[in-house]
Nanobody, 119 residues
Framework: VQLQASGGGLVQPGGSLRLSCAAS????????MGWYRQAPGKQRELVAD??????????SYASSVRGRFTISRDDAKNTMYLQMNSLKPEDTAVYYC???????????WGKGTQVTVSS
């Protein structure tokens, strides 16, 4: 399994970005997918995740991004998205995508994509 995150960049405060995470392999549809981020000098934190359709497809968000970010998935394209609106300087971080199938003990990480929010 390989995960490729893309869509990061430099954006002004209040702006928007859409991150994508494309996955290889055949387990995307049964996986819980998540976006994490790590800012300089801080621990990696969960931003949002989305369960598989079979598990109900529910989503969860960190309180700091709820109402501004939206996570989604397209199982036909093996791709997960993160729509980020009303970006703030404190959203600056490297964003990583994660694929997990907990009952099988599977856990994969992609290389991150840098998001910088600055004027």
């Amino acid at each position: 399994v390989q995960l490729q995150a893309s869509g990061g960049g430099l954006v002004q405060p209040g702006g928007s970005l859409r991150l994508s995470c494309a996955a290889s392999g055949s387990i995307f549809s049964i996986s819980t997918m998540g976006w994490y981020r790590q800012a300089p000098g801080k621990q990696r934190e969960l931003v949002a995740d989305i369960r598989s359709v079979l598990s109900g497809g529910s989503t969860s968000y960190a309180s700091s991004v709820r109402g501004r970010f939206t996570i989604s998935r397209d199982d036909a394209k093996n791709t997960m998205y993160l729509q980020m609106n009303s970006l703030k300087p404190e959203d600056t971080a490297v964003y990583y995508c994660n694929m997990a199938v907990a009952y099988a003990g599977l856990d994969y990480w992609g290389k991150g994509t840098q998001v910088t929010v600055s004027s």
